[in-house]
């Protein structure tokens, strides 16, 4: 079972600000469409605001912002809902492409010469013939904001 | 609660707790080492103890201290652990039970016989363990035989039967009439009854193991029946005790259970009853609670959007749907909140114990009063507030309550009293911690916290007793001189704050030296759901928990203009005579650009979303009235202030979501919740708000600061300003009076009202203080309103106490309306009578200016006035064209000063400060110069230099008036060259001077 895992697993990749990127598909626990925001005041720019799933708080990230993009407001986009340690989270990307099946073999390690602000968000890089995907690490993700809150 | 609750709730816990004592007990005999075991049993034992004390059953008290004091040896390792001690404790805790029995169903301990278990008890703690070593292979019969004798002579006798082997058979057959759910508490007694098997060598622990789970009898058992002993006796025997007396019996075996229904004295019913207690409760993990409560949550928010959807679709059966829908949720709701509710008891009653313990060690003599334990309160919030209450009642003990010898010194009850009030205030549950002790000590308090450096040494000067009070609220902070075991541990009161802010509520002091202490905590209901204000700016709606609301204010036109001060940037309202800080919304959280953002995002969900699914934002453009202002008040921890909103709409329940810890850095959100539409709104939290916005805490209310100089705020230069207190009489019309002469604003009861004479009077500040109706005085009115109160219903006066000339004077007011801080000029062309100084304008109004004095003089009270009013007019016309300068720079002052001396007949002229004084007196000749001290330009000081020097006038004579003056400035003034130095206020004594110095 685990070996199973091990050699190809199953991300659910999408784009933002033409990159391909993707994360594990088990940490996804839904895609949804836009949804009425709640912008928050004061707060960093990376939280778009808040969304109401079901009846739950879902914090919206910026995944524009935080790779230090333009995040222009009236673009489409798609929210791809992950559990954090204190809650939901969205992750706002501009499109949802597919789930790939991605086999270790394939998997390389991130190059040092990746953008030095998306580095520490980046698990791996995937290489296929359609381009790169870059694996990110979604706890990674939700973290950033205590570190951003610092400064 | 009340004392039948209160024994329920002591009859669980005290079942509960005897069958883990009985666990325990038989696990600790097969590892007696167990250190953690032997502790957890103790203090079992010690609870119960604690608990039957507290409720006076005093049998159960004596048994298990004789128990807690064999457990303490053993857990001092005097000796270890051995069969007999078991079997006694044991035995000991068999008769807990039945007394507990005994308590449920007579409500009284019954007639269970202790004496004989308590006497082995103690003898087994004199022999350190060892009845009687010798026959150790059979310790049973030795005990037995022991408590044979010594019942020999007592007429009632309790009885523990030990199972043989032959007995089992009867237990086993006996189990399925119990009942299962009885298991806890019965298979602890079977358990026992196999360990005494066990400790016959009869039967090993493996087989105790296996057959324990499932053997459901009691080993306990009275019998006042000689056929039942006698079956025992057969079954046993070995067992001769005589037994009589009312008793009950319990289940041991068949022969014993059929035994009692012959027995016409047994209550039949017993097994019934038993489980009326043990089987009407339910423990549920508190998790489930939780989560439960969560979907309750959820079912109220979807309860909400489907009542905003049918209101706003006219569907008859969806209405109807809705309605039920409406009440059936409410009735879950707040079901489901009562599962979570216990009384505040449950923990209050635990004090009894602290307070007596410290009683006895520490040479005071402590009662403790608790009233309203039947107080609810959530579980968890009951649980957060055990800590910070123990630290109080501590702290109570120890620094509030006097020694008995302090007590007596002076002449106090040398039982000191902490009593604890819990009940339900406006949606808050309060708790009131009463001590009638030394009470708290403004001058060590504020010296201690300088000390400390939690404060600097001249704010301290400024702030009200309740003000320094608090201060022990602050980090770092301990009044404690020495430390003792039971305070200062270096937990201090602000652990006790922390705790209790984080739990959503508030704690404050109020104390009287020598009188007592009352700390007051107030604690929310719940946390889950609160009541809620929702309120809109820029079209973005927020929470405010109904909690933090003090009152809403709307302001229409020029209102607002009118009650905003601006001060230094920062805006202020003025509140009945208090400078309260406000904030827009708007501004302060940038709401344009949210809502801009919200705008655009709103745009492209729009597209997505299909038509009619989903109520959309409708964001119009923002368009908003700006003539009318809606401010919310706010309290958090005493710091008032307003947030000025557009649009304040409904109460709503809502349910309280955290926000990820991302967002918890903006302490301005307490959370967000899910409106009926489905939106998300944030809660604005009162504390974290003026926090953020007031990083420098200033932002205090102005209250105390205005009376003194509300000035200081502004940092104005004042010199020009004149402050008054605005104020509406009875005949509708505006007035003002010097806030200078205010000393308060206080509400006066009608019935308070006496009268001496003519005149009305109420005791203020231990003294009569006279009333003073303007209208009737003034001759507005024919009738004092004071006397007519009563007439027009009124309960309550308004009441502006002023001070004049060291006296009290109670002005009746219909309504305090403002202060007004302005530069006014006053005129008093159209002054028509007495008592009217004459009319300023102030924010577009005329309002008449009271001159008090002659008010008071009118009023011809305590013949002073009058006489010198009298001599006055005597000397007026010896007022021989005497020329006087007066140098004032305030108008008001300047006219009263001028009033004053025309009125005797001098020539004033006047100068409206010192650089025109000296030119005035260069040109002109004066009799006399009156001076004021603070003035712009050239200062009284300054000005009276210049005229003994440069003008070379040593023979002049210089009044100077100032409203304060301290021995230091009037050395200043000597040395500057003032004649006289007299207090501004104090007409009377101007007059009188000036005359004797110039009629001479």
Known sequence: MEIVQEEARQYCGFRVAGEEYAIPVMEVQEVIKPQMVTPIPLAQEEIRGLINLRGQIVTCLSLRKLFNQDDNLDRPYMNIIVKGQDGLFSLVVDEVTDIIDIDKQSIENAPDTINPGLRKYVDSIYKRDQGVVILLNPKKLMELDDIEEVK | MDSSALKNEFLIESFENLSSINEDLTQLEKDPENKDLLNKLYRTVHTMKGSASFLGYKKLQEITHSAENLLDELREEKFLINTDITDTLLETFDICHLILKAIEEQDNEGEVAIEQTKQLLEKLLESQGEVNPSSKPEPEVSSTTQKDVESEDSELSELIFEHRGNSLPETDSAAPTEDSSEEDELSAAALESLKELVGDGKMDASVLNELSPDVKAESAMKVEDDHVQQEVEESEGKVDDQVSGETQTQALSKSAETKPAETPKVNPVIDDNRKSIADSFVRVNVKVLDKIMNIVGELVLNRNQIVQYSNSHSAQELSKLSQQLNIITSELQSEVMSTRMQPIGSILTKFERLVRDFSRENNKKISLKLTGQDTELDKTLIEAIKDPLVHIIRNACDHGLETIEERAQVG??????????????????????????????????????????????????????????????????????????????????????????????????????????????RIPLTLAIVPALIIKSHQVSFAIPQLNLVELVRLENSEGESALE???????????????????????????????????????????????????????????????????????????????????????????????????????????????????????????????VSSSSEAKSAKEEIAVDSLDISGVDHTELQENLLFKLYDGREYAVPLSLVSRLEEISVDSIQMTGNQPIVRYLNAPMPLISLEKTLGLMPDSIIMKSKEMGITDLSCIVMTVQGKNYGVIVKEVLDISIDNVSIDDSAVDREGILGTVFIHDNTISLIDIYAVIEAQNLGGMSAKLKKTREKNQSLAKAKKILVVEDSPMYRKMEVDLLEGIGYEVDVAHHGEEGIEKLKNNNYDLVITDIEMPHLNGFDFAKKVRQELQKDDLTIIALSTRFSEEDKKKGIESGFSYHLEKLKKHEVADLVMNLLNK
């Open chain 2, 566 to 692: 601006k001060i230094q940037g920062s805006e202020f309202l003025k509140l009945r005579g208090n400078l309260t800080p406000v904030f827009r919304l708007n501004d302060l959280l940038n709401l344009k650009e949210v809502f801009d953002k919200a705008k655009s995002l709103e745009e492209i969900s729009k597209d997505i979303l299909e038509e009619g699914t989903t109520e959309h934002l409708n964001l119009e453009k923002y368009t908003h009235d700006d003539s009318v202002l809606n401010i919310a008040i706010l309290n958090a921890e005493d710091r008032i202030f307003g947030v000025i909103v557009d649009e304040i709409l409904d109460t709503e329940e809502i349910v309280v979501k955290p926000l990820s810890n991302s967002l918890k850095q903006l302490s301005l959100f307490g959370g967000a919740t899910i409106m009926g539409d489905g939106k998300v709104a944030l809660i604005l939290d009162a504390l974290g708000f003026i926090n953020t």
């Open chain 2, 412 to 521: 106090k009850k040398d039982e000191g009293m902490i009593h604890i009030k819990s009940y339900n205030e406006s949606g808050q549950v309060t708790v009131e911690i009463v001590d009638n002790g030394r009470g708290l000590n403004r001058d060590k308090i504020a010296a201690k916290a300088v000390e400390k450096g939690v404060i600097s040494a001249d704010r301290v000067e400024k702030m009200s007793d309740s003000q320094i009070f608090s201060l022990i609220f602050a980090p770092g902070f301990s009044t404690a001189e020495k430390i003792t075991n039971i305070s200062g541990r270096g937990v201090g009161m602000d652990v006790v704050k922390t705790n209790i802010e984080k739990i959503g509520g508030s704690v404050s002091v109020s104390s009287e030296l020598g009188v007592g202490t009352t700390f007051k905590l």
